[in-house]
């Protein structure tokens, strides 16, 4: 069955230190992958999105994500983690026709 | 700017009553979905409808019905609302094609008491 995962459930880092955050995808092929942001009472804000092309890809608030196919991830990145960062973080995958599989969600605490 | 408007952003209902959630959008989005969020379980699709007046069930749809008769209106109705299905309810919008990210409003959290 098709699904999206992201193994860690509540990640803390301290401010300024780097972020990676994992999500796995099982498909048939590979699908269109997005990470999404959700502040406290908010909806989702769209980081950033592969669907071809190079591997690396750059989105909002400097996050950026790299697909590998070979171990089936596209994870999350920051360099420098801003105390305004703290949220939770959607990875979601789609490969039909416009329907999103989310994984569980991954709580980001950025400690001072 | 893409706005989806979720008509309430709080919302306590009683047992047994029937309960409407509204959701707008206002760039002639093809796509519209409704979804809920439960902590640990992430966002979950309840329907979602890729034109007017269609639908399809999503993976909980169990408990809800869908209307769309307007592009830009797509509501969730609660025929008889349980306490189980207390949540937050986000609704999204989006172009047809696959690689189109979905934009999502400010979510309900609606309490059945």
């Known amino acids: 069955a098709q699904s999206v995962t992201q193994p860690d459930i509540h990640i803390t880092v301290s401010e300024g230190a780097s972020l990676e955050l994992r999500c796995n995808y099982s498909y048939g092929a590979t699908p269109y992958l997005f990470w999404y942001v959700q502040s406290p009472g908010q909806g989702l804000q769209l980081l950033l999105k592969?669907?071809?092309?190079?591997?690396l890809v750059q989105g909002i608030k400097g996050f950026e994500a790299e697909f590998k196919r070979s171990q089936s991830s596209f994870n999350l990145r920051k360099p420098s983690v801003h105390w305004s960062d703290a949220a939770e973080y959607f990875c979601g995958g789609d490969n039909q026709g416009g329907k999103l599989i989310f994984g569980q969600g991954t709580e980001l605490s950025v400690k001072p | 700017d893409v706005k989806v408007t979720q008509s309430s952003r709080y919302l306590v209902k009683r047992t047994g009553e029937k309960v409407f959630l509204e959701c707008v959008q206002d760039?002639?989005?093809?796509?519209m979905f409704w979804y809920r969020q439960d902590p640990g379980l992430g966002l979950r699709l309840i329907y979602f409808?890729?034109?007017?007046?269609?639908?399809e069930k999503g993976d909980i749809p169990e408990g809800y019905s869908v209307s769309r008769e307007k592009k830009e209106r797509f509501s969730l109705i609660l025929e008889s609302a349980s306490t189980n299905q207390t949540s937050m309810y986000l609704c999204a919008s989006s172009y047809p094609d696959s690689y189109q990210p979905q934009h999502f409003g400010d979510g309900t959290r609606l309490s059945i008491l």
């Open positions: 592969y669907f071809s092309g190079d591997t």
């Open positions: 760039m002639d989005h093809e796509n």
């Open positions: 409808s890729y034109d007017v007046k269609m639908k």
